[in-house]
């Protein structure tokens, strides 16, 4: 996940967490607070779940933010 913000300093540097996750995907997937990389912790088991949403919220050093979700 990408963010980008047009401020300078401590205002423009952009977090990443999850906004809204399930017990089960947090132990499945985790984000990179500073990157926005998605990494997946373990293997997929199709038989727990077959796709999973993950909202992603954004956050620069001004307060603002923004969300979305990964599919």
Same mark, same amino acid.
Do not use: C, M, P
């Given at each position: 996940? /990408?963010? /980008?913000?047009?401020?300078?300093?401590?205002?423009?540097?952009?977090?990443?967490?999850?906004?809204?996750? /399930?017990?089960?995907?947090?132990?499945?997937?985790?984000?990179?607070?500073?990157?926005? $990389?998605? /990494?997946?912790?373990?293997?997929?088991?199709?038989?727990?779940?077959?796709?999973? $949403?993950?909202? $992603?919220?954004?956050?620069?050093?001004?307060?603002?933010?923004?969300?979305?979700? $990964?599919?």
């Amino acid at each position: 996940v /990408t963010a /980008t913000d047009a401020d300078e300093g401590q205002n423009g540097h952009v977090k990443y967490w999850f906004k809204k996750i /399930t017990e089960q995907a947090s132990h499945i997937f985790q984000v990179d607070a500073d990157r926005g $990389v998605i /990494t997946v912790l373990r293997s997929l088991d199709f038989e727990e779940g077959d796709s999973y $949403v993950l909202e $992603v919220q954004a956050h620069d050093g001004g307060g603002l933010s923004d969300s979305t979700n $990964v599919v």
